[in-house]
């Protein structure tokens, strides 16, 4: 069962799709340890989410626009500082120091232990090739025990929360690219495959 939330934030809409309990069990059969490294994942993936949007704030000239690359949050530019630390946030799944961001993006797609923790960033671009949208999705620590399937493939993707900006909610689903490729995704029940028009 899917729950749908949105949040009105400095003027923009911001989505999640998460389901109630991150896990088909039932919430007392998940460890006290791994759902407080859930908990903080998912902290995690929405101060990345702030970051996109104070970015979209700072530098969109009329619409909305986002970075294309997660990458341009880490940057420096000449009149701010940059609007997220090199690693993003901390991921509880991977080896690291305790609290220090050491989160990477992976390929949208099939879960991989790599996946574990970290998190896939869409981009949705209007028709004159600018990026208006983006949708970010993280990774739990095992592929099978989430149940939430947005490859279409009706196998679990271990996604335990996905987020997206309020214009690619609005507008459907659109087309994403995952670091210049096309991919294909299921969201509200419908099948969207990317790179073509919806």
């Known amino acids: 069962m899917f729950r749908i939330l949105s949040v009105l934030l400095t003027g ?3 989505f999640a799709i998460t389901t109630a309990s991150p896990f088909a069990k039932s919430a007392d059969t998940v460890d006290p340890l791994t759902q407080a490294k859930l908990d903080r ?3 995690g993936l929405h101060g990345l989410q702030l970051s996109l949007e104070r970015w979209s704030v700072d530098n969109s000239i009329g619409d909305d626009s986002y970075p294309d690359s997660v990458n341009q ?4 530019t000449d009149s701010q500082y940059p609007y997220a630390e090199s690693g993003l946030y901390y991921n ?3 080896p690291g ?3 220090m961001p050491n989160a990477r993006q992976v390929p949208f797609g099939d879960w991989t232990p790599v996946h574990a923790g970290n998190f896939s960033f869409l981009v949705k671009y209007n028709d004159a090739g600018e990026s208006m949208g983006y949708l970010l999705v993280a990774y739990g620590p095992m592929q099978g ?3 939430i399937d947005m490859t279409d493939d009706d196998a679990p993707d271990g996604i335990i929360i996905a987020l ?3 214009k690619a909610v609005g507008e459907g689903p659109g087309v994403y ?3 210049g490729y096309p991919v294909k995704i299921t969201w509200g029940g419908k099948v969207a495959v990317m790179g073509e028009p919806y």
Do not use: C
């Open 12 to 14: 923009f809409v911001l």
């Open 164 to 166: 997206a900006s309020g």
């Open 97 to 99: 120091e305790e609290g």
């Open 177 to 179: 690219y995952d670091n």
């Open 73 to 76: 949050l880490v940057v420096t």
């Open 92 to 94: 509880p799944f991977a």
């Open 41 to 43: 994942l998912k902290q």
């Open 145 to 147: 025990e989430s149940t």
